[in-house]
């Protein structure tokens, strides 16, 4: 999470209890650590005795120095150019995100109207890629391939596109994955198996019930609340309680851009033994990769939810909120061993072909191979493994016969791997420090100078 994220979470979650000003800047300096703390106490031992800082002093100091001036200028300039040259679907969802740092730019409707000028329907229905230097539209086409419409040289595209033939890649159209639908089912179809690993909750010794009082919370996101609460329990995956835990409620932001009811788990995770079992790192991943052509990346559906809490520790997940005391049957987000454990179920089940043709990060699988008829094979492979375990993925979030794929930050194609640009391009950018007193430099300014 970047320093202007964390901001505005804590703000988020703070306003959501109720904080005035002052417990606001008494909580998020409380967070702080490290570097961090460190630049608060300095910037409280400038001012006299008794001063009392605001929240908005707070996030101002705050952004002025951990959000460099050149993230803020390159985030600007990506608001005004990225319809130029972006899918629609994700520049919307990328807006609210980069208007943060482009205030001026979207304070009035005319100008939202203006910065999101050309990202309109029926384009935006197909999935366009429109750039409007080379003069090219790029529209996906039913195989999940791409049709390039190349314009004239003259500042118009005279080229009329034929956009209400195009149509969304259906499952059943996609060749092997037509095969395993059961596979992507549109919901999780209710508990899980019992399955060779259970997840368990294993405390520090002497470590008694910890309960809090539940969060305040406004109508809407009760509203939200009682919604999710009631599909968990038609489901199965959460049961009323009369355990002695208790942890609040909070919302958490998907990266789809919806919200997920989530247990505050923080003093159940600080009383937690942490599992040891290693996350590879990701350049690891990729040694087996170099040589390969054609990839499918699949995303599992709410992967945490797929594995059983062990009986015995069910009652450790219970959460409070304003609908009463319910406790989880299934792996809930936000417990700290979640992504380990997972991680050894994955890798346990797909043993076989792990360093052949299969990567796995937690709930994300990789599978990439020479040619498109060894694809083939070992697509239907791992389709099938999901299936034989019971395990489901989300289509929408899976990509199939690919010829490059973006996958844990890198972009992967038959010539080799690159991290991904849209990663590295705040660093690339970040101007080098003039001065060792610069308040923006951070600790390894010194690098970032010496690549300049």
């Known amino acids: 999470m970047d320093a202007e994220d964390w901001l505005m979470d804590t703000e988020r979650k703070l306003n959501t209890v109720g904080c005035n000003d002052q417990e ?3 909580y998020a300096t409380h967070l702080l650590c490290g570097p961090s703390a460190s630049w608060w106490d300095n910037i409280v031992a400038v001012y006299s005795a008794g001063k009392v800082f605001t929240w908005e002093e707070f996030a101002r100091k705050f952004r002025e120095s951990n959000v460099p001036e050149s993230i803020v200028e390159l985030n600007v300039e990506n608001l005004k150019v990225s319809s130029r040259r972006t899918r629609p679907s994700t520049y919307v969802r990328e807006f609210s995100k980069l208007s943060r740092y ?15 000028e050309g990202v309109k329907s029926p384009v935006q229905a197909n999935g366009a890629l429109i750039d409007c230097v080379n003069k090219t539209v790029s529209l996906k086409s039913p195989d999940g391939s ?10 118009q595209i005279e080229v009329e596109l034929q ?23 549109a919901e999780l179809p209710g508990m899980p198996p019992d399955r060779e690993i259970e997840f368990t909750i294993d405390l520090i010794p002497g470590t008694a019930p910890i309960a809090k009082a539940p969060y305040k919370m406004g109508p809407k996101e009760l509203k939200e609340l009682k919604e999710q609460l009631d599909d968990l329990e038609q489901k199965g995956f959460i049961q009323e309680s009369v355990s002695p835990w208790g942890s609040p409620v909070i919302f958490v932001d998907k990266r789809d851009g919806g919200r997920r009811m989530c247990g505050d788990y923080r003093n159940l995770n600080n ?20 040589g390969a052509g054609v990839f499918s990346k699949i995303d599992l559906r709410s992967g945490y939810h797929q ?3 062990k009986k015995e520790d069910v009652p450790k997940t219970a959460f409070v ?42 709930d994300d699988i990789l599978i990439y191979s020479k040619n498109k008829a060894e694809h083939a094979e070992h697509l239907r492979l791992v389709l099938q493994t999901l299936r034989e375990h019971q395990l ?19 972009v992967i194609s038959k010539d080799g791997i690159a991290v991904n640009p849209s990663k590295v391009a705040a660093v690339l950018e970040w101007e080098a420090p003039k001065t060792v007193k610069d308040p923006r430099i951070p600790r390894n300014g010194r690098i970032l100078s010496e690549i300049h």
Not at 150 to 155: A, I, L, N, S, V
């Open 24 to 26: 606001k800047v008494r």
């Open 392 to 410: 489901y993925a989300k289509f929408s979030k899976c990509e199939f016969w690919l010829d490059q794929v973006e996958f844990l930050g890198h």
């Open 307 to 309: 594995i059983k809490i």
């Open 321 to 362: 909120s304003r609908y009463g005391h319910h406790e989880y049957l299934v792996v809930p987000f936000g417990l700290t061993n979640a992504p380990a454990i997972f991680m050894n179920l994955m890798n346990k089940i797909f043993m076989p072909y792990l360093d052949k043709f299969v990567i796995v990060f937690i």
């Open 271 to 290: 009383v937690t033994i942490k599992n040891k079992y290693p996350l590879p790192r990701i350049q690891d991943l990729f040694d087996q990769v170099r």
């Open 102 to 116: 482009a205030v001026d730019e979207v304070n009035t409707e005319d100008k939202k109207e203006e910065v999101f």
């Open 146 to 155: 791409r049709m390039i419409y190349q314009g004239d040289k003259h500042t």
């Open 163 to 185: 956009l209400n033939s195009m149509k969304e890649v259906k499952l059943e159209d996609i060749p092997v994955v037509n095969e395993f639908q059961d596979v992507f089912p």
